[in-house]
């Protein structure tokens, strides 16, 4: 079975210019989070779906950050514009029961390097 | 939101060594999951925790939810260079879910 898809893997771009990432989570699954990593700050949390709805977007940085999910199948992260702050490894993650207990799958992470 | 205070935030052993790191809050937790993560791929679930005192084991790692389930400690015995990696604890629930600062551990021939 797929696992949670995330695209692109890389992206390099210069500040200013808009960034989409892209998240198909696997089948089934009716929460998605939106994750940022770094080694200064670590793993943070940017936005939580349940059901396609946006639960908390309290971990969004600023303004220039927005998700949406429009159907269960498939989510966005937007940056516009970007800044060489943004530079992080950004990670999709989806589960079907409730976390903690339930299993958070997370994909593969798209890299992303603003200039 | 919880904190979760994770240590050694680093560690370098050779291979065969036991070692243990652990996850600590102020708060208690509702239950805790370890993940680990290798170098260029997502974390990946490792074990669930739920009651105070719990011990569970998955090969070479024993996991032990703390009885008042405010720390938690994951400890190796035999290390391999396969165990490389970063530990993550995580607690909470929905919006609220947090992951610990972290170890990395790598394990050297």
């Known amino acids: 079975d797929a696992g949670v898809i995330q695209s692109p893997r890389h992206e390099v771009t210069e500040m200013g210019q808009e960034v989409t990432l892209r998240c198909k989570p696997i089948?089934?699954?009716?929460?998605l989070f939106w994750y940022r990593q770094t080694m200064m700050r670590g793993l943070e949390l940017l936005i939580y779906?349940?059901?396609?709805?946006?639960?908390?977007d309290s971990g969004m940085p600023e303004d220039r950050f927005s998700a949406k999910m429009p159907n269960a199948s498939f989510s966005t992260l937007k940056i516009q514009p970007s800044e060489p702050r943004d530079s992080a490894v950004y990670f999709c993650?989806?589960?079907?029961?409730?976390?903690?207990?339930?299993?958070?799958?997370f994909g593969e992470g798209s890299r992303l390097t603003v200039l | 939101t919880q904190l979760l205070e994770q240590s050694p935030q680093f560690l370098s052993i050779q291979e065969g060594e036991n070692l243990t790191v652990y996850c600590n809050s102020s708060?208690?937790?509702?239950?805790l999951q370890w993940y680990r993560q290798e170098p260029g791929e997502g974390p990946v679930l490792l074990v669930t925790?739920?009651?105070?005192?719990e011990v569970k084991k998955l090969k070479r790692l024993t996991f032990q939810f703390g009885d008042a389930r405010k720390d938690s400690s994951l400890h190796i015995t035999a290390a391999q260079p396969g165990d490389t990696g970063l530990y993550l604890c995580?607690?909470?629930?929905?919006?609220?879910?947090?992951f610990g600062t972290g170890t990395q551990l790598k394990v050297e021939l």
């Open positions: 993650a989806s589960s079907f029961s409730q976390v903690p207990t339930g299993e958070l799958f």
């Open positions: 089948s089934g699954h009716n929460s």
């Open positions: 779906f349940n059901n396609n709805v946006p639960i908390d």
């Open positions: 708060s208690v937790f509702s239950s």
């Open positions: 925790v739920v009651t105070g005192g």
């Open positions: 995580l607690t909470g629930g929905g919006n609220k879910l947090t």
